[in-house]
């Protein structure tokens, strides 16, 4: 149920003029921005914040993904394809940085950046199984239980997804020493 503030906002927001400049922010430009590719610019963000034709195209990319997310679980659950890796904690004492977690259906492999110092290589790597029921469009995300977002992004030809980027205070192994945690493959 929604506040009295939430109904005075929506009627508030009922009531404005469209004219047509809600246009310019496509459904396509909508779901990069959602599904991490990008950000909202700051004329894109008055248009949300002014026009109900952008505000729709926002409402219905969302929609879409939505339905994306519920379809890819569905197709996972009918595979039997295990998206979530056992809940791990490293001994505290642990020195290497370089590890791999194994699940059911993928493996991540975690490195030292060999080139950049302070830097980390991510690589998820997807079953067989688990390839079969990806599409080309399906961006997915390899997701901790903070909901900090280890790496996402479309699978390669080699059933790979990587990331070179740790944008997280600490570093994965530091993660993965700090607390029972469990890494899980999601539709982003």
């Known amino acids: 149920m929604k506040s009295p ?4 906002l929506d009627e508030v927001l009922a009531l404005q003029d469209e004219d047509g400049r809600g246009a310019e922010l496509t459904e396509e430009r909508v779901r990069d921005v959602l599904l991490g590719r990008d950000a909202f610019t700051t004329h894109e963000e008055h248009l949300l914040m002014t ?3 952008a505000r729709s ?3 219905e990319a969302e929609d879409d993904l939505q339905i994306e997310r519920e379809a890819f679980r569905q197709r996972c659950e009918a595979a039997n394809i295990v998206t979530t890796t056992a809940h791990t904690r490293w001994a505290a004492a642990g ?3 370089d590890f791999t977690l194994q699940s ?3 493996v991540v492999r975690v490195r030292p950046h060999p080139l950049s110092p302070g830097g980390w290589v991510i690589t998820l790597t997807l ?5 079969e029921i990806i599409r080309a469009e399906d961006v997915l995300a390899l997701v ?6 280890w790496l996402r992004g479309e699978v390669n030809s080699y059933g790979e997804i990587h990331s070179y980027d740790w944008p997280h205070v600490g570093t994965p192994a530091d993660r993965m020493r700090r607390s029972d945690l469990a890494l899980q493959v999601r539709h982003r």
């Open 104 to 106: 059911h259906d993928f």
């Open 5 to 8: 503030t939430e109904k005075l």
């Open 144 to 149: 901790d239980d903070h909901n900090d977002t």
């Open 127 to 131: 079953s067989e199984k688990f390839l």
């Open 57 to 59: 195209a926002y409402a």
């Open 51 to 53: 026009s109900p034709l």
């Open 95 to 97: 020195g290497d940085n």
